[in-house]
């Protein structure tokens, strides 16, 4: 899990999402049993609670659209205390501190808001957002984990058409419990 580089601009936003083997990051009825796959790989890596909490104090802000943060809200709050932003263009009650609502142009969000504050940016999500910030060139590194289950149908990876772009592969890592973690930095091309 090796952590992301900085780039010139002295930041760094990361893509990271869980897709199925066909595409999809989330069912319809938005149930998340389907990233319990039971799937055993013994050749495959496991990663201690221990080194995964050094991993995410790493993490110095993470990005996400509306309906992730809603699910989130629902699931139970995976992101601790680390800072969040959620971009919306609807007004919500303050639910918990480390929370700030962002509404406007992404760039400016990047650039501005983030830039100066974290250097270790993640966009958890979901594919509305994603696919937006890849269309304005704001992702440094896409980190995606496949799961080891088709889905058949559900809400895809991405939301749209996106322009070709050459990835660079950096580092793949294979899990015990079969999942594949893919990380790419964007090339300059
Ligand atoms: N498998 C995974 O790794 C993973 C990761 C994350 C999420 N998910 C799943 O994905 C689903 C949510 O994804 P989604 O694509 O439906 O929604 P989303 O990207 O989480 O949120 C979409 C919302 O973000 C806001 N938004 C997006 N772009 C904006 C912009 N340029 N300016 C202002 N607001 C903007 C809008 O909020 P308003 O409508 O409030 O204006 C929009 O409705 C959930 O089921 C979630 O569980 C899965």
Known sequence: MPGSEANARGRSVTLHMV????????????????LDTGSVYEAGVSISDEEAAIFLKTIDCYVLGSRTYEHALQLGWPYGDTPVVVVTGREWPAARESVEFYSGDLKTLVDVTLAPRYRNIWLVGGAMLCQRFLELSLVDEIR????????????????????????????????????????YSASSS
């Open 144 to 183: 995606l984990t496949i799961a080891p289950v088709l889905l058949g149908e559900g809400l895809r990876l991405f939301g749209g058409p996106l322009m070709e772009k050459r990835w660079n592969l950096k580092n793949v890592v294979g899990y015990k419990n079969g999942f594949v973690e893919l990380s």
């Open 19 to 34: 897709s199925s083997l066909d595409g999809f990051i989330a069912k319809k009825d938005n149930s998340v049993s389907w």
